[in-house]
């Protein structure tokens, strides 16, 4: 799986990184980045965390 950003939906509350900081980062944008893809197994329930609770649902599900 990989977890992709909607730029313009994305404000940069960074919930995904509280959620787990070495799968997500904010850019120079304060914008939210998905730092490996894909989602390395162990994480994925992290990833479904992030996207569940995302404010501006910012975040969605890729199935490759």
């Known amino acids: ?10 404000e940069g ?3 995904c990184v ?3 900081p070495d799968l997500f980062e904010l850019n120079d944008d304060e914008q939210a980045v998905v730092k490996m893809a894909p989602v390395p ?3 994925e329930a992290h990833a479904m965390q992030a996207i569940a609770e995302c ?4 975040l969605r599900r890729v199935d490759d």
Request: proline share 4%; net charge negative; aromatic share 0%.
């Open 18 to 20: 509280g959620i787990d």
């Open 13 to 15: 509350n960074a919930i």
């Open 1 to 10: 799986m990989r977890v992709e950003v909607d730029l313009d939906r994305c």
């Open 41 to 43: 197994a162990e994480r």
């Open 55 to 58: 404010p501006r649902a910012a």
